[in-house]
Structure formats: structure tokens, C-alpha cells
């Protein structure tokens, strides 16, 4: 397992330059499956989660190239299905592959999906995709090793929907209806910025879609879709990972190709509890001004609402505010499992099964320790530490930059997940560390 060496106490400064979001670059590219012709996608970061997808598109016969500016090419117009064994190798290491069924059903009649990986955050259920491949009329069989879907009499639109707005299920509905015949109506959708995104890139395929102002999508199915050119909306999660960074080590980090509209709830949080911003033309500039940190309560939400993907990074930084934060993490079950590597290094942080801080939800009163109550400032120490999936790793790596003394961190692979360059950014913040593979 690859490790870090970091000796922490240093602000972190400097800039770092971020690519396309992780949650929708892959998106993205499946959605070039659904074209005739071959698709350009920029800002394309090179991350192990596009390489999985990336494999998995080339077992299709897409024609796939990627660039060192991110620039990724992809020609799908010879795809067929692949050997189940070789799509198998694939299973438990990502989430996406779930997204290939609409594509592939439209294309190949048939599809083969592994049994999905992502991160250890809760049971990440896949229950509200395969009820939307049905309502299209996909067959679906579960396999010991993955599931099997076909489309017998094609997939028809639908009118379905969601229990909870959930992203990948919203994306589930997208990526089917646009070639399904007739009309889908999606109500509960997820609404995120990178939603909008893979919508803006359907639309330049020649899908017909409109989103309400109930969060209901309506999709008018199209004969054919053609390939699109696209520069991907930034990742906003990288960014509020860098400025939760910011904050926790004392320092002033601009990140490159971050942009306020995307990031305005998240801008909110982070000047309650004491940091500052500077939103320039081509990014934002993330400092701590000095002077103590704020205890802040925060609820995580669908979007607009704080991102679960933003708690993690940030509750390293309320480790030093002065006084309580509260989180009540509503997204996921199981998200402050990270929480106990940074009580060994000196963070006094409780964990409940209540929903503290906000509205009950649907986790309250089900065993689940989803809020946790932050007591500080408390000084970290360094510690031996190993990431458990990928925001908790990077809140991990933060604590030890942020803490007093050396500390050794394994398993580091798994932020190469979704933080592109990531050891090359901490190196030009000025971090202190070495790498052993
Ligand atoms: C996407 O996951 C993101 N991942 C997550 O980012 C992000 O946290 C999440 O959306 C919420 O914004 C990618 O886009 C690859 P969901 P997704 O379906 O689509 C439940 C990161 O760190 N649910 O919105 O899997 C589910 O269990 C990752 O970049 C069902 O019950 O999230 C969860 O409680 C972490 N049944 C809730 O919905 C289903 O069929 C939200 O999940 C699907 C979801």
C-alpha cells in the first residue's frame, strides 16, 4: 500500500489548479456511448476513477484518448458488448458502472454489469436504478457475480419517482429516457450543478430535456443522438477539500478554475467560521485572516444545500474553532467513520444517532451515527493513520499537515481517486512530506 511521511504544523500555501468534477466527468463519458458520433470532453482530470470508466468503455470498443491537458477524445461508433469476464474484473471498483445500463440497453439490446465499489459510507443501495430500468422495461436478472439486463420490447419512457433525490438514480433516469420512445417524467430528481451539466451535454446530443422548477425532469425520447463537444463544470468538491485545507493549517490557497456560483453554500459555512475568500476571474483564493475559528452547525442537504461530500475536509477545520460544531450528516449513513483517526490525534469529536442540530431525517431513531458534535480548539498530534475511502483520506491527510510532528498515513492510493495530482499539489502548497510506494 502506498504511504506519506508528513511533518505537519506548516500552513499550507500556494496554488493549485483543478480539472473537470469527478462526478461528472464519468458521467460524461458514458453518455458518449449514447452518440453516433464521437464526443469531445475537456477538462478531463486523470484520475483512477476515469481510468476504471475509461476500461470500461474501451471493453465496449469505444475508442478512448485522454491528453495531458485533459482533453479525452471518445468514438463509440463500433461498439459491442464485452465478454462478461473481462467486465467482471472491473467489479468493486466504482459506482459508475451501474450508469452503462440505459446506454448499452439502448445500443446492444443487452448489458452485464459488476457488482459495484465506491466508498465504504453507508450500504449504497442500488434499489432506485433497477425500479427505474424496469419502469423503462429492462429485464433484469442478478447474476452471483453482477447483474444481467435486456430490453426485450426496447425501453420505453416512463413516469417515475424518486423516494429520495438521489444523484446517481436522477442520472439512471437521463441517461435511459433520452433514446427511450416517448415521454419520461422524473419527479424528486437530484438537482446538482453536475446534473445540470450532463443535461447541458445531452442537450447538445439533440436530447430534449426541461427541468421544473419542482425539481420534476421531462425528457422527450429522440431516434438518435449524435457526440458533443464539452469543457466540464469544475470540481467543486476538490475545491472546498483545498479550502477546508486552508483553514485547518493556518494558510492561503488559491484554486484555479473554481467559481462562486457553484460553491455559494459552501462559501456561507466557510466565512461563519472565520475563513476568508477572494473570488477572482479564474478562481477563488482561500486564506485563513488569523484570529480564532467559529464552532458553525451544519446540516448536510441535496443541492442547493451544504454537499456531504464538503463535511468531511471541513470538520478537520472546526477541530480549531472555539467552542461546539455540530454536523448532521442527512446524505449518508455512515460518513464519520473517518472521525475516529482524528480523535486519536487529539480532536474531541462525539458521534450520535440523533439528528442533532436540524430536521429529523431519515436516518434518526435507526441506529445510525450520522451527527457528530466537534469540541474545540484542540492541538492534533501526529499519528499512524490509514485512509478509509476518499474524503475521509483527504480530511486525514489535512490533520496530519495541520498536526504537530511526523506522521505516517497508508493506503493514500484511494485520494488518487478523485484528487487528480494530488502529492504534486501538496508539493507546491509547501507540505512537508515523502512518498514510498
Ligand atoms: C453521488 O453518489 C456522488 N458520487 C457522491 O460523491 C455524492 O456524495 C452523492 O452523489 C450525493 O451528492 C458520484 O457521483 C460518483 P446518491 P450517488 O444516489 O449517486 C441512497 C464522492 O465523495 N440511495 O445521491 O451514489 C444512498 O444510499 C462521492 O465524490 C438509495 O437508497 O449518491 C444515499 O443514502 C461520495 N438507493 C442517498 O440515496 C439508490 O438506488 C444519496 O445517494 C440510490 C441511492
Given at each position: 500500500?502506498?504511504?506519506?511521511?508528513?511533518?505537519?504544523?506548516?500552513?499550507?500555501?500556494?496554488?493549485?489548479?483543478?480539472?473537470?468534477?469527478?462526478?461528472?466527468?464519468?458521467?460524461?463519458?458514458?453518455?458518449?456511448?449514447?452518440?453516433?458520433?464521437?464526443?469531445?470532453?475537456?477538462?478531463?482530470?486523470?484520475?483512477?476513477?476515469?481510468?476504471?470508466?475509461?476500461?470500461?468503455l474501451q471493453l465496449h470498443g469505444v475508442l478512448?484518448?485522454?491528453?495531458?491537458?485533459?482533453?479525452?477524445?471518445?468514438d463509440p461508433s463500433n461498439v459491442e458488448s464485452a465478454?462478461?469476464?473481462?467486465?467482471?474484473?472491473?467489479?468493486?471498483?466504482?459506482?459508475?458502472?451501474?450508469?452503462?445500463?440505459?446506454?448499452?440497453?439502448?445500443r446492444?439490446?443487452?448489458?452485464?454489469?459488476?457488482?459495484?465499489?465506491?466508498?465504504?459510507?453507508?450500504?449504497?443501495?442500488?434499489?432506485?436504478?433497477?425500479?427505474?430500468?424496469?419502469?423503462?422495461?429492462?429485464?433484469?436478472?442478478?447474476?452471483?457475480?453482477?447483474?444481467?439486463?435486456?430490453?426485450?420490447?426496447?425501453?420505453?419512457?416512463?413516469?417515475?419517482?424518486?423516494?429520495?433525490?438521489?444523484?446517481?438514480?436522477?442520472?439512471?433516469?437521463?441517461?435511459?429516457?433520452?433514446?427511450?420512445?416517448?415521454?419520461?417524467?422524473?419527479?424528486?430528481?437530484?438537482?446538482?450543478?453536475?446534473?445540470?451539466?450532463?443535461?447541458?451535454?445531452?442537450?447538445?446530443?439533440?436530447?430534449?430535456?426541461?427541468?421544473?422548477?419542482?425539481?420534476?425532469?421531462?425528457?422527450?425520447?429522440?431516434?438518435?443522438?449524435?457526440?458533443?463537444?464539452?469543457?466540464?463544470?469544475?470540481?467543486?468538491?476538490?475545491?472546498?477539500?483545498?479550502?477546508?485545507?486552508?483553514?485547518?493549517?493556518?494558510?492561503?490557497?488559491?484554486?484555479?478554475?473554481?467559481?462562486?456560483?457553484?460553491?455559494?453554500?459552501?462559501?456561507?459555512?466557510?466565512?461563519?467560521?472565520?475563513?476568508?475568500?477572494?473570488?477572482?476571474?479564474?478562481?477563488?483564493?482561500?486564506?485563513?485572516?488569523?484570529?480564532?475559528?467559529?464552532?458553525?452547525?451544519?446540516?448536510?442537504?441535496?443541492?442547493?444545500?451544504?454537499?456531504?461530500?464538503?463535511?468531511?475536509?471541513?470538520?478537520?477545520?472546526?477541530?480549531?474553532?472555539?467552542?461546539?460544531?455540530?454536523?448532521?450528516?442527512?446524505?449518508?449513513?455512515?460518513?464519520?467513520?473517518?472521525?475516529?483517526?482524528?480523535?486519536?490525534?487529539?480532536?474531541?469529536?462525539?458521534?450520535?444517532?440523533?439528528?442533532?442540530?436540524?430536521?429529523?431525517?431519515?436516518?434518526?431513531?435507526?441506529?445510525?451515527?450520522?451527527?457528530?458534535?466537534?469540541?474545540?480548539?484542540?492541538?492534533?498530534?501526529?499519528?499512524?493513520?490509514?485512509?478509509?475511502?476518499?474524503?475521509?483520506?483527504?480530511?486525514?491527510?489535512?490533520?496530519?499537515?495541520?498536526?504537530?510532528?511526523?506522521?505516517?498515513?497508508?493506503?493514500?492510493?484511494?485520494?488518487?481517486?478523485?484528487?487528480?495530482?494530488?502529492?504534486?499539489?501538496?508539493?507546491?502548497?509547501?507540505?512537508?512530506?515523502?512518498?514510498?510506494?
Amino acid at each position: 500500500m502506498s504511504q506519506i511521511t508528513v511533518t505537519g504544523g506548516k500552513p499550507l500555501v500556494g496554488r493549485v489548479d483543478i480539472k473537470g468534477a469527478k462526478n461528472l466527468v464519468t458521467k460524461a463519458m458514458v453518455a458518449a456511448l449514447l452518440g453516433h458520433s464521437a464526443s469531445v470532453l475537456k477538462d478531463v482530470p486523470k484520475i483512477s476513477d476515469v481510468e476504471v470508466v475509461s476500461r470500461l468503455l474501451q471493453l465496449h470498443g469505444v475508442l478512448i484518448t485522454h491528453d495531458e491537458d485533459g482533453v479525452m477524445h471518445l468514438d463509440p461508433s463500433n461498439v459491442e458488448s464485452a465478454r462478461m469476464v473481462d467486465i467482471d474484473a472491473h467489479a468493486g471498483s466504482s459506482r459508475i458502472p451501474i450508469l452503462f445500463c440505459g446506454p448499452l440497453l439502448h445500443r446492444l439490446g443487452e448489458a452485464f454489469i459488476p457488482d459495484l465499489g465506491g466508498c465504504h459510507i453507508g450500504d449504497r443501495p442500488i434499489d432506485f436504478h433497477l425500479e427505474v430500468l424496469r419502469n423503462f422495461g429492462a429485464v433484469i436478472e442478478k447474476l452471483p457475480n453482477g447483474t444481467r439486463l435486456s430490453a426485450p420490447e426496447g425501453l420505453k419512457g416512463a413516469k417515475v419517482s424518486l423516494p429520495y433525490p438521489s444523484v446517481g438514480a436522477t442520472e439512471q433516469v437521463l441517461l435511459t429516457s433520452v433514446l427511450a420512445e416517448g415521454i419520461t417524467e422524473l419527479s424528486g430528481a437530484a438537482i446538482e450543478p453536475e446534473i445540470m451539466d450532463l443535461i447541458a451535454i445531452l442537450q447538445k446530443m439533440g436530447a430534449v430535456i426541461s427541468v421544473d422548477t419542482d425539481r420534476v425532469i421531462r425528457v422527450e425520447g429522440v431516434e438518435r443522438l449524435e457526440g458533443y463537444t464539452h469543457r466540464a463544470l469544475f470540481d467543486r468538491n476538490e475545491a472546498a477539500s483545498w479550502a477546508a485545507a486552508a483553514l485547518a493549517t493556518q494558510g492561503d490557497i488559491f484554486v484555479g478554475g473554481a467559481r462562486q456560483p457553484e460553491m455559494m453554500t459552501f462559501l456561507n459555512v466557510f466565512r461563519k467560521v472565520g475563513g476568508a475568500f477572494e473570488i477572482e476571474d479564474d478562481g477563488i483564493r482561500f486564506y485563513h485572516p488569523g484570529g480564532e475559528l467559529n464552532p458553525v452547525v451544519i446540516e448536510t442537504d441535496v443541492h442547493p444545500g451544504f454537499m456531504t461530500d464538503w463535511q468531511q475536509p471541513l470538520v478537520v477545520a472546526l477541530t480549531q474553532a472555539k467552542g461546539l460544531s455540530i454536523v448532521h450528516e442527512t446524505v449518508y449513513e455512515n460518513r464519520f467513520g473517518f472521525t475516529d483517526a482524528l480523535n486519536d490525534m487529539g480532536a474531541q469529536i462525539q458521534i450520535y444517532r440523533e439528528c442533532l442540530g436540524g430536521t429529523p431525517c431519515r436516518f434518526g431513531q435507526r441506529n445510525f451515527y450520522h451527527s457528530a458534535v466537534i469540541s474545540g480548539p484542540t492541538a492534533l498530534k501526529a499519528a499512524d493513520i490509514r485512509v478509509p475511502d476518499l474524503r475521509g483520506g483527504f480530511s486525514h491527510m489535512v490533520a496530519a499537515l495541520a498536526a504537530e510532528g511526523t506522521s505516517n498515513v497508508s493506503n493514500v492510493q484511494l485520494i488518487s481517486r478523485g484528487y487528480e495530482h494530488f502529492l504534486d499539489k501538496l508539493a507546491a502548497l509547501g507540505a512537508d512530506f515523502s512518498y514510498t510506494e
